[in-house]
């Protein structure tokens, strides 16, 4: 079963959709027992970083999203999901995340129309199992004001450019996350969760 976290911030049935559409048996859940018993966890999201480290705490979540980091599982976060996994955000103040990447979240520049909203092109940087079949080039449907900026270059699997280049999806081993939303990105974007389902498939 893929543990879809439900922290008052996700948009969880297209995710959930999504899943049902590459074969993954998923279930939205909202407790950290839930999370340690999955196979794979995914952490969707659509908000303020402020609030939803908030929610994360008020539910007892962090522990069991860390564990699930370290413990070889796959672990897919998406959008704010994706911003949630560095140590820190400028988003309205600071606020500290899950730090299970190292690097911080920044708003971007003041003359560039905001959220970035829409269709734009990726550029692959690095191999990841859940990134095959995914072209250079192709593009994904993004809707963020704020941005990852990595404090390690080697955990950047892709960029897309607003303004200046950005990443578009990060990962190391079992984690993978993605700025862009997948579920949104028609057949190209479904291609994460067929490559996840993939992954599942070859550990049973």
């Known amino acids: 079963m893929v543990a ?49 480290m908030q929610h994360l705490v008020q539910q007892r979540l962090i522990g069991a999203l860390k564990e699930t980091a370290d413990s070889g599982k796959p672990f897919l976060g998406v959008c704010l999901g994706m911003q949630l996994l560095f140590e820190t955000s400028e988003e309205f103040g600071q606020h500290r995340g899950l730090g299970i990447f190292p690097g911080r979240v920044r708003p971007f520049p003041r003359n560039l129309k905001v959220p970035h909203m829409g269709w734009n092109s990726l550029s692959l940087k690095r191999p990841h199992a859940w990134l095959r079949g995914i072209p250079d080039g192709a593009y994904m449907y993004f809707v963020h004001s704020f941005y990852c900026v990595p404090a390690e270059r080697d955990l950047i699997l892709a960029t897309t450019t607003y303004g200046r280049e950005v990443a578009a999806a990060v990962g190391r081993r079992n984690v993978c996350a993605t700025q862009f939303h997948p579920e949104k990105s028609q057949t190209l974007g479904l291609t994460v969760y067929h490559n996840l389902a993939r992954d599942l498939a070859h550990k049973e």
């Open 4 to 52: 879809i976290v439900d922290y008052r911030m996700g948009n969880l049935h297209s995710v959930q959709k999504a899943c049902a559409q590459a074969g993954l048996r998923s279930r939205i859940v909202s407790r950290a027992t839930d999370i340690r018993q999955a196979r794979a966890v995914i952490l969707p999201g659509v908000g303020a970083f402020g609030q939803a």
